[in-house]
């Protein structure tokens, strides 16, 4: 049932264009209720959508190349888990991982297909050895798992070795990032609590309220989560809380606010005072900011479904505006790998979109109030272009300098940068300005 499930998730996400984190959700409640592998399906459909493009190169080498390039999603889906669980599953047996997919393409698509899979993956396990190409974006490409044309655009960036620097650290599993409920307990307290359950818990070298653990699963099951005492949230996005600098009472809006890691951290830095206003236009996106700020007691925060181009009324009202736009993700490949295949989208309209959110935002700022652009990509033209440009048209606001807030080795220019190599969290970038009277 695993291997089925996993399976139709699969082909929902390269089919449909779904992403995985809803449907694993979605799938894993009925597995864990049939008593199913759910850690085994998890990591089979994340392995098989993070690597998709390496999996494809290796299978092409033992088929006809053009026919293969034409081959059904359907048939390349099984192929695709039968080569993952071979080369990147050590626990399941070779034979079991090629007769159980061989036997399910089977009764999916017939006999004629589950043969032909079963010919690929044996021929992959008689000869493993596959040469990748010479052309260095295509083989960063092929070797790691990524479309050529994002490649490419990176090397253009940061050269050839940063790239595949990132490249890899993106198909690696960092740890996992907590950040501390301070209305609730402290880092030193969280830290001493897990220990005595013999869990290594670790302050980060950077973001005063988050912890590091390689022990997930043992975190996550623990009561301390369900409680209230810490939330899953990777450093990148603390430090541009901390960047907008909360204070107690104010009144703060948070445009694009769901899922509301930002928001909550926002509101607990504000020690539950003030109000923090978060507007989304996604539904179930805002119930989960709404179930995490009942878990972490926050009554502060007011919740308001609807589009932020829409909500208003405009008032230059708000002591702190933080604009969390759309962008193209490229700091969060690692945990959202479907964001990796999504390289071909329109960039031109993301930055537009995100130019009407930058000015949306900043309408809403009270005089000498703080206003906060931040994305989670380390495209330029998404983040230092876009500032700039919104500075040269905005001349009421004047960039803060984010070293004022954060470690320099986190800064350039005055605005906040992590790259996820050098930094060992996502990318992300912010930058902070003030509207002068």
Not at 30 to 53: C, H, I, Q, T, W
Not at 170 to 184: D, F, I, Q
Not at 263 to 285: F, H, W
Request: charged share 25%.
């Amino acid at each position: 049932m695993v291997r089925q499930e996993a399976y139709q998730t699969i082909l929902r996400v390269f089919k449909d264009n779904e992403f995985s984190d809803t449907l694993l959700r979605q799938r894993a409640k009925r597995l864990k209720s049939n008593r199913e592998n759910v850690a085994l399906f998890y990591s089979m459909v994340k392995g098989v959508v993070k690597l998709r493009g390496k999996l494809d190169y290796i299978l092409a080498q033992y088929a006809d190349a053009a026919k293969f390039a034409a081959t059904d999603i359907k048939i390349k889906a099984w192929l695709y888990l039968g080569l993952y669980q071979l080369i990147y599953l050590d626990s399941i047996p070779a034979h079991a991982a090629i007769n159980e997919t061989v036997e399910l393409a089977k009764e999916n698509l017939g006999d004629k297909v589950g043969d032909f899979v079963n010919a690929l993956l044996r021929a992959w396990q008689r000869n493993p050895e596959v040469e990748y190409p010479s052309d260095p974006v295509q083989r960063i490409a092929s070797e790691h798992s990524y479309p050529p044309e994002l490649i490419e655009r990176w090397i253009k960036l940061w050269g050839r070795e940063d790239t595949e620097y990132l490249a890899i650290w993106y198909n690696e599993n960092p740890k996992l990032h907590l950040r501390v409920n301070g209305t609730a307990t402290t880092p030193e307290k969280l830290i001493q609590y897990f220990a005595k359950r013999d869990i290594k818990v670790s302050p980060s070298p950077v973001g005063k309220m988050t912890l590091l653990t390689e022990a997930a699963d043992e975190v996550l099951d623990d009561v301390a989560f369900s409680e209230g005492y810490f939330s899953i949230q990777d450093t990148s996005s603390s430090l541009i809380v901390e960047l907008l600098d909360p204070q107690p009472n104010e009144n703060i809006l948070d445009l694009f606010a769901a899922p509301g890691g930002k928001c909550s951290y926002i509101a607990e830095l504000m020690q539950n005072t003030g109000e923090v206003v978060a507007v989304d236009r996604i539904p179930n996106k805002m119930k989960l900011l709404k179930q995490a700020a009942d878990r972490l007691q926050l009554g502060n925060i007011k919740l308001i479904v609807t589009d932020a181009f829409r909500y208003g009324p405009v008032a230059p009202a708000y002591d702190r505006v933080l604009v969390d736009a759309p962008c193209s993700g490229w700091g969060v490949f690692g945990r959202k790998a479907d964001l990796r295949w999504q390289a071909h989208q329109n960039i031109e309209e993301l930055v537009k979109l995100q130019e009407k959110a930058l000015d949306r935002g900043a309408s809403f700022v009270r005089p000498e109030g703080i206003l906060v652009y931040s994305t989670c990509t380390m495209n330029p033209d998404e983040n230092e272009r876009q500032v700039e440009k919104f500075l040269a048209r905005n001349p009421r606001f004047t960039l803060v300098g984010a070293e004022q807030k954060l470690p320099r080795d986190y800064t350039s220019g005055g605005m906040f940068r992590s790259l996820p190599f050098r930094h060992n969290m996502d990318g992300a970038f912010a930058a902070k300005m003030i509207k002068t009277r």
